[in-house]
Structure formats: C-alpha cells, structure tokens
C-alpha cells in the first residue's frame, strides 16, 4: 500500500531518494506515480540528488529508468519519528533476548546521538520508564561474523566448515550443510547435517569458534524443520530421571501448556503421551498439579512418591487457620 508523498519539493526529492535506496531499479514512469508528479519532474530530482552527491544513474529507452550508483555507500538514514521510535525500542529489547551485546550498545547510543533534540528526549523517557517482565539473563551472544556466515550457508545451500568449541571446551572441526538458525530463550543454534556425525545436529552459535564457507552445495530436505529439531533436541538433554506420564488431555491443550522445549508430547488413544527428562522429580510433580488435567504415571514409581508428598504439603497448608483476633 503506497502513502501519499508530501507536496513540498524538498520532501518529495527526499522521497525520490528512499525509493532507490529500496528498489535496485524503477522506471521514470513508475517514480512519477510513486512521487505523484509527472516524469519531467523526475528528471529533474535526478539532477537535483546529482548535484548534492547521490550518483542516480539514468538510462534511456525501453529498459530505461533511474538507480544508484552500485557500490555508493548512502548517507545515514532518515528516519520518521515513528522508525526511530521502533529502532531504539528494537535495541532496548535485544538487551534481553541475546543479541550481541556491545553491539547493541553502540547502535543504540548512535541512533540516540543523531535523533532531533525534542524526539530524542522522548525517546530517553521511554527508556527511563519502560520495564520489561522477562527477567535480564547472561544470554550468550554469538559472534556476529559467525551468525552471519551460517545464515548465508544456509540460504545459499553451502556447506561451511565449523570450528566448535564444546561445553566441556574440547574443540572439533566439522562440516555442516546448515538447514537453518534458530533463536530460543535467549541462545542462537544452527541445525544441519553434521558429517562427522553423519547426523542432523543442533550447534549453539556462540560456542562456534570459526565458520568458513565452502564451495560444496547440498539440498535441504523437504521434511527439515529447524525449530522442531532444536526444541526436540532440548527436550532430549541428559537429566537425572526419564519421565513418562499419559496426560489425559487433547494434544493442541497439551502443547498450550507444556512447552515443546521441556517435553516431547504425542497422541495417545485419546490423551496425550508425555515424554521428558527431569533433574528433581518434585519439580516435575509441582508442574503436573499445575497443569489442571488428570493423568496417569508410566514411569519413574518415584515420581508417585513425591507427588503423595506434595498433596500432603497442600493438604497441610489447607488446613491452616489465620491467628485469632481482629481481621485485618
């Protein structure tokens, strides 16, 4: 949906200018409808950024029309009242979901520095009194070449070479055709096939010490879900207690309250098939009175021990009367 453009001359130049900052090539014709003036006066925009700096190109004929010069670095970015509201808001918020953090700083502190004085201190109010429910976290910020190599593996179905530094601080090269990235709870993976392995492997991109792209090129299979490989594979991590416990419940109820990233649920005759691993069995009898359906335990027997524990404790707690005297 297009907008109309401001009358004035300077606007509408300006307008000229975002318009081939977004589009590698338009046609005269379909500038003058954009700018809603008539091709003449898109002439003689071209000449007006030309003569400020802006290489725009011109070509004649069929295939004529106007873009910039390739490879000519803009100046920085104008932006509405309303982006540079977004930008900042964007930034203030990737401080809590594991975006790299000096670079968020930076980008912030400059978007602040080249905002006009009256919005950008509306700007520093909307920091000073934003808070935000999801708690601050040591999200672990992948190094940014490193992201932005996989992503392009990835896109362009070219297998890279990872130099991996695990949790234990063993360090492996492998070779991996990436299926995609995946951002959950404040980390970044990367899921693909892992020929050392032999395997569709899930890597957190902070623990990747180098990514260097190759030349060989592979298909991504049609089945291949990233976000369901990660969360399955978090749901897999090695815990002291395998947990199997028949929730009776429909699976889209079930996948509402039980995150895909703690459990692996399917259905089951009617009901829902739980499968996870727990480190402390009175957590997991906690997490199950909480989720308001009835249930049965497959396994482990221990885990009917400390749920008879946590129904006396509430029972017990049931039971208590405030001290005598006046209400409150």
Known sequence: MSHPVPSHPTTRILAMLELLQANHHMSGAELARRLGVDERTVRRYATRLDDLGVPVTAARGRHGGYRLRPGYKLPPLMLTDDEATAVVLGLLAGRRL??????????????????????????????DTLGFTLAARDAAAPATQALLTLAAAARDRRRVRLRYRSFQGADSERDLDAHGLVFHSGRWYVTGHDHRSGEVRTFR????????????????????DPVQHVTRSLARVPYAHEVEVLLETTLAEARRRVPASTATLTGHDGAVLMTTRAQHLDGMARMLAGLGHPFVVHRPDELRDHLRALARTLEAQADRRPPAGPAP
């Open 205 to 224: 991109v902070d623990r990747v010490v180098s990514a260097e792209p190759g030349t060989d090129r592979y298909e991504i299979p049609d089945d291949a």
């Open 98 to 127: 594991g975006l790299p953090g000096q670079a968020t700083e930076s980008a912030l502190a400059k978007v602040q520095r080249v905002l006009p004085a009256a919005l950008r201190e509306r700007v520093q109010a909307l920091q």
